[in-house]
Structure formats: C-alpha cells, structure tokens
C-alpha cells in the first residue's frame, strides 16, 4: 500500500513536466474572443456636437480606413496597421467585452453630445457573419466601452495627424 501511495504522489508531481500540461503552456482564447481568425471588421461612426461632427473609421484585418470628409462621398482613405496594431486593437475590444455590452446607451435630456455607434463583426470559418452594435449618445455606456473608444481614437490620431475634422 505505501509504495502505491509513493507511485501515486510521483505520477502527480510529474505531470505539470508532460506537454501541455504546465503552467506555461499557452492559453487557448476564451470561447467568445475576438482573434484575427475571426475578426472581420469594426465601424465606429461618431456623430453631433455643436459643429455636426462626422467622423468615420473601420478597421478590417491590416487596415484602418476613414473618412476625411463623409459629406464629400469620395473613397475613403487607407492605412496600413501592423500586427501589433492589429493585435493591440483586439486586446481592447476583448478588454471591452463587446458580445456581453452591445446595446444602446443613452442619457435622457442631453441635448449637444456626440453620438458614437461601433459595430463589430465577427465570422467564424464556416458560419455566417455575427454582429454585435454599441449605441451611446451621453455617458451611460459601460466604461470599458470608454475606454475602447479612446484607444480606437488614439489610433485614428496616430494614423492621421492632421485631420481636419478632428474637434474633439
């Protein structure tokens, strides 16, 4: 019985040294995250305040398009992203949760706010298309939702630094 025991403890110490047993194996993605091989695109459209602020931006993979002038209709412009870019802006928008927060947002009575709509679309291989839509006019959006906004915006800046339609 003891060296049974002794056999037992063995075996289990050992297992964290068998492949994909340790600690420090890689982490599969949750079930429900947001990766290259199913990101199709994200469209965030903000609009109002004083001046009739309208801006454009989409991201699809490698690339951020905008719009420097959507009253205009010309094409819109292109920037390449790098990985990183790209895998920076996936952290965020898992960071944000967008399946658990889409939906709409707004605050009651606020009269000259911007209205921000972000549509996020997925597809795994082999389905069809998934859509998941934030609407926020006002400050009642979760504050992840906030966040990834700024982060999208900090990346449209830095993509177009002299956007002439940039007030905010």
């Known amino acids: 019985m003891k060296t049974k025991a002794i056999f037992c403890a063995a075996l289990l110490l050992s297992l964290p040294l068998l492949p994909g047993c340790s600690a420090s194996s890689t982490p599969k993605p949750a079930k429900d995250a947001v990766t290259l091989a199913n990101f199709r695109s994200?469209?965030?459209l903000r609009t109002g305040g004083y001046a009739g602020l309208h801006l454009q931006t989409?991201?699809?993979p490698g690339q951020?398009?905008?719009l420097i002038d959507p009253e205009n209709k010309k094409a819109p412009?292109?920037?390449?992203l790098s990985k990183a870019e790209m895998q920076s802006l996936l952290?965020?928008?898992?960071a944000a949760d967008f399946p658990k927060i889409a939906g709409?947002?707004?605050?009651?009575g606020m009269m000259d706010g911007f209205g921000d709509v972000v549509t996020l679309v997925l597809q795994e291989p082999g389905?069809?298309?998934?859509?998941?839509?934030?609407?926020s006019y006002g400050d009642k959006a979760p504050k992840a939702f906030d966040q990834f906004l700024d982060s999208l915006y900090d990346l449209?800046?830095?993509k177009i630094p002299h956007d002439p339609n940039d007030s905010m």
């Open 42 to 44: 994200i469209t965030w």
């Open 58 to 60: 989409r991201v699809v």
């Open 64 to 66: 951020l398009q905008f």
């Open 77 to 80: 412009q292109r920037k390449a």
């Open 91 to 94: 952290t965020e928008i898992n």
């Open 104 to 108: 709409k947002y707004s605050s009651p």
């Open 127 to 135: 389905k069809k298309p998934v859509t998941f839509v934030v609407d």
């Open 156 to 158: 449209r800046k830095k």
